[in-house]
């Protein structure tokens, strides 16, 4: 098993910034890929990006290519997502996520219970 706590999230101004981290326990995530999803009420979840065990694949999804950076620290267990240049179409419940492979698809193993991610105009 293993428990995923975001933190991070907030209300930012269009154009700002936000760094959102993923804290796992249980196991250590260098065992697992991780993803990063978001979902809106009545939407189903977004893929945003993923990373690999080793961070050696890297993918995005294409409304946030050039504006966020996924990355992990397997030392402290903790992955990371970077999101610059901030939308308000980017406004959403953020969750990471942890599986065996990359996924660019919401079938991943463990999921943490989100955060708020609200960007205004």
């Known amino acids: 098993q293993v428990q995923l706590v975001e933190s991070g999230g907030g209300l930012v101004e269009a154009g700002g910034s936000l760094r959102l981290s993923c804290a796992a326990s249980?196991?250590?995530?260098?065992?697992?890929?991780m993803g990063w999803f978001r979902q809106v009420p009545g939407k189903e979840h977004e893929f945003v990006a993923a990373?690999?065990?080793?961070?050696?694949?890297?993918y995005y999804g294409d409304s946030v290519k050039g504006r966020f950076t996924i990355s992990r620290d397997n030392a402290k267990n903790t992955g990371y997502l970077q999101m610059n240049n901030l939308k308000p179409e980017d406004t959403a419940v953020y969750y990471c996520?942890?599986?065996?492979?990359?996924?660019?698809?919401?079938?991943?193993?463990?999921w943490g219970q989100g955060t708020q991610v609200t960007v205004s105009s």
């Open positions: 990373i690999s065990r080793t961070g050696v694949m890297i």
């Open positions: 996520a942890t599986h065996q492979v990359v996924l660019t698809t919401p079938q991943y193993s463990y």
């Open positions: 249980g196991r250590t995530i260098s065992s697992y890929a």
